[in-house]
């Protein structure tokens, strides 16, 4: 038992040096500048593209009810 407790006790180690970063390598810069826009302009790209699509498909639908509707009453 006394080896499962020695085993568990922890052993302190020593704190690292302070590393000093410097910031201007840390930052994405240009690179990921131009790749947030490009993602931003995609994501409204695919946006706009889904209204018109569910804009489309909800005109066709009042249209074929249009349609149903003056077959209905011609019958």
């Given at each position: 038992m006394s080896v499962l407790l020695v085993a568990a006790t922890a052993v302190p180690t020593p704190s690292p040096t302070p590393v000093v970063v410097n910031e201007n390598a840390v930052t994405p810069g240009v690179v990921g500048f131009i790749a947030i826009l490009l993602v931003t302009l995609a994501t409204l790209a695919l946006a706009?593209?889904?209204?018109?699509?569910?804009?489309?498909?909800?005109?066709r639908g009042?249209?074929?009810a249009r349609r149903a509707e003056s077959e209905r009453s011609r019958s």
């Open positions: 706009v593209d889904m209204i018109r699509r569910i804009r489309r498909v909800r005109y009042e249209l074929a």
